[in-house]
């Protein structure tokens, strides 16, 4: 089990609510570690892959009964992970307390996803009112997977520096590349950003304008961006969670949420967050070495990284270890 007890603690997403489907056991990994998922009823359950019989995934097996049933010696497991029935002795159940338990884990769910937590959780899940305003369009984006650590793809999120030339001629253009100074808080409940102001290409007008942008990282893989016009009332909400699936391999789940959908396209939209993204994951695979750097003499910065600088002094502040150099 990952010695990360930040990480640990913390809520991760594992998969679409909508793919942890009745009667089927899904596979996941989550911080180096083998998971099934699989529904008990209208319950979510997160259950370390291994049988303690002898070891066996649980991931061959298959739902009878409402029990999880091991695909090696057929003995079954019942929503709680206690062993049931053992096909070789039907008479005799095993105690609750003995070894004929299986690992379980917190699970909960909500804007569409399955949430994780290895350890205890400390924290509750952000709430994100746009997420339940029904006067927004929502758009659900991932999973998108990186070869690398789940903190670069973060960093890469909060970066509004990259995007005049990683994505010139999409969303911003690379003779608009000047960043303004903005503010940058730390709190109890996380990292905020505000008054930043950058220039964006309009898909309405094809033009250009500056538009005020805002960041909350709740937690530390966790992040909600807006953006707002300085002309017009359009917002856009973008709610951003990375899962650490190994040291070196991370997934991308994003909701994104607009207040203008009769101006712009579904399709548009959705095509230009794909292209958007496919530019992202390549910039940030790129990038060597794939960990994180904590100790921030292993870079060299400038004014505007501000935001980047104090997350990964956070990062290092809260213990995170998991994906970091």
Not at 193 to 216: F, I, K, P
Request: proline residues 6%; hydrophobic residues 35%; charged residues 20%.
């Amino acid at each position: 089990m990952v010695n990360d007890v930040t990480l640990k603690n913390d809520w991760h997403v594992v998969a679409k609510s909508e793919d942890v489907t009745p009667g089927k056991v899904l596979s996941v990994r989550l911080l180096g570690e083998d998971l099934v998922v699989w529904r008990s009823g209208d319950q979510v359950l997160a259950w370390e892959d291994r049988c303690p019989h002898r070891g066996a995934s649980f991931a061959q097996g298959w739902i009878k009964d409402d029990n999880l049933v091991c695909p090696y010696h057929g003995f079954a497991f019942n929503n709680s992970g206690n062993c049931v029935h053992v096909p070789a002795h039907p008479d005799w159940i095993p105690s609750t307390r003995s070894r004929a338990c299986v690992q379980t884990f917190h699970v909960q769910e909500r804007y569409g996803l399955v949430w994780v937590c290895l350890g205890t959780p400390q924290y509750e899940l952000p709430a994100i009112p746009e997420l339940d305003d029904p006067s927004y369009y929502k758009c659900f984006f991932g999973p998108i997977h990186y070869h690398s650590s789940a903190f670069r793809a973060i960093e890469n999120f909060l970066d509004f520096n990259h995007i005049p030339f990683v994505h010139d001629g999409r969303l911003g253009e690379s003779n608009h590349a000047t960043i303004d100074d903005y503010k940058v808080k730390v709190n109890s409940d996380g990292i905020h950003v505000t008054d930043l102001s950058v220039w964006q290409l309009n898909h309405e007008t094809g033009q250009g304008e500056y538009v005020s942008a805002s960041y909350d990282i709740f937690r530390p893989l966790t992040v909600c961006l807006r953006v707002r016009s300085k002309v017009v009332d359009e917002i856009m909400t973008m709610f951003f969670t990375v899962t650490p699936v190994e040291e070196e391999k991370s997934i991308v789940w994003r909701w994104s949420c607009i207040n203008y959908a009769d101006k712009v396209p579904e399709d548009v939209f959705r095509n230009l967050a794909h292209i958007v993204f496919d530019q992202d994951v390549a910039i940030v695979e790129s990038q060597r070495p794939r960990r994180i750097p904590l100790d921030l003499e292993a870079n060299f910065h400038v004014p505007s990284d501000r935001s980047s600088i104090t997350y990964r002094r956070w990062l290092k502040q809260q213990g995170v270890t998991f994906g970091t150099v």
